[in-house]
């Protein structure tokens, strides 16, 4: 269970440590990652830590990231580091050196990134968006989260819409399965009631298959040499097998055919194109090709191969590079709101505790004027004290007030409100930092 700290919440207390793609090897990554089902007990465990007020795991198939709400960079290390020696049986020479460790708006910033796929193996990517959500819905359900936590993550997520919105970093494909499906889409005005005939079994070409379902295809027909494994290539995708010597008639049949097979030499040529009644799109998605060149020249035949896919995903590559200026200078907005709040809270604290104190003086100030005055004051004459009394007070300190406020909006090494502490005669304790 996640402790709250006494005193108001600031990033500088906010950590990440991990490892990603970048740092560390798909091995060693695989080591250290996090089951859905093993994610609440290992927070549970982290959050008793000392020096450990909550966090939130980041586990994909190219990072593992630990969000730590904590008193002390050291402490959050030593915790990260502990947990997978503890969890997952680890030498820390092992997986130590891959580490790295962010703090305060370093951390921020990085999480905002990340959920912006700014730091994603594919730049503009979808999925970690929702994996970020996610994360934090685990903590919520571990109890592991804090206000600290909370407002950033909740932030982050709004960080991700926008980028997602206002720029165009995700709007092209990079995968070559799903450029397939763009060309096809670019091809034939719809996709609807589209008939697909899928050549072989390659992975690729089955994921191109089930895009072009998602967009309206209906009829998918899976032709392989081997029949057992083109029937269980149908199943998988809801589509029908047939065998492989019918390969001339299904493909007069078809709309568009996707072709990854591992043969050495073409199996698809002009001659099985003749007698077509309709405009054909063929996907060549092997390597060696499995499609005659020559049958790009064809009447109503539209051959693309993987160059040719290569070429488009690389294009729409830079476009999404060419968005990654706008994506970061979102970033940058957000980390700057979310350091303006943490700036505007981290004074909460002492000037509560100001007023509290001034009031304390106030009231007992009042209570010996009445004592000594002997006076018995009428119920209004008792309110217009009261009232006088509290607005000097509010008087005195409003200036001292809105000094700190916008002390800290500028300066972010809170002199002031050390010095505010200190003049006040307040208990010393750094509150701006947990």
């Keep these: 269970m996640a402790i709250e700290p006494d005193t108001e919440v600031h990033p500088v207390n906010f950590f990440v440590v991990g490892l990603n793609h970048k740092t560390a090897s798909v091995d060693l990554r695989e080591q250290v990652a996090f089951t859905h089902s093993s994610i609440r007990p290992s927070l549970e465990k982290l959050c008793a830590q000392a020096g450990i007020y909550g966090a939130a795991i980041l586990s994909t198939c190219n990072r593992t990231e630990i969000y730590l709400h904590a008193v002390s960079e ?42 912006s796929s700014l730091d994603s193996m ?115 995708i809801g589509g029908e097998a047939r065998y492989f010597d019918e390969l001339p008639e299904l493909i007069k049949q078809a709309d568009i055919v996707l072709s990854s097979t591992a043969s050495p030499h073409v199996i698809i040529n002009p001659d099985m194109l003749k007698g077509r009644t309709k405009p054909l799109l063929i996907l060549d998605l092997a390597l060696p090709r499995d499609v005659d060149a020559a049958c790009g020249e064809m009447e109503d035949v539209s051959l693309v191969d993987l160059d040719d896919l290569g070429t488009i995903a690389a294009m729409n590559q830079r476009r999404r590079e060419d968005s990654t200026a706008d994506a970061r200078a979102i970033v940058e907005e957000e980390v700057a709101l979310l350091l303006r709040w943490a700036a505007e809270h981290a004074v909460t604290p002492t000037i509560k505790e100001m007023r509290s104190i001034a009031e304390d003086v106030r009231k007992n100030e009042v209570a010996h004027l009445l004592k000594v005055l002997d ?60």
């Design 74 to 115: 050291q402490s959050a290390y030593e915790g990260v580091c502990s947990l997978f020696q503890d969890e997952k049986g680890l030498v820390s020479a092992n997986f130590a050196p891959h580490l790295y460790t962010l703090s305060g708006e370093d951390a921020v910033r990085h999480l905002f990134e990340v959920v």
């Design 375 to 434: 006076a018995d004051l009428s119920d209004d004459d008792r309110a217009a004290l009261e009232a006088a009394t509290e607005a000097i007070v509010k008087k005195m300190l409003h200036a001292p007030t809105k000094a700190l406020r916008e002390s800290v909006l500028t300066h972010t090494d809170y002199e002031t409100v050390t010095a505010a502490r200190v003049l006040f005669g307040l208990k010393e304790e750094s509150e701006s930092i947990q």
């Design 122 to 236: 594919v730049l503009g990517e979808a999925q970690i968006a929702g994996q970020v959500k996610e994360s934090f819905k685990d903590a919520q359900l571990a109890d592991s989260t804090t206000m600290l936590l909370d407002r950033i993550f909740r932030q982050a997520r709004s960080v991700g819409k926008r980028v997602r919105n206002q720029t165009t970093i995700g709007d092209s494909h990079v995968s070559l399965s799903t450029v397939a499906v763009d060309v096809a889409k670019e091809t034939f005005k719809t996709l609807d009631d589209r008939s697909i005939l899928l050549v072989g079994s390659g992975k690729m070409s089955e994921l191109a298959a089930r895009y072009l379902q998602e967009q309206g295809a209906t009829s998918l027909i899976v032709a392989s040499r081997t029949h057992a494994h083109a029937a269980s290539v149908a199943r998988s």
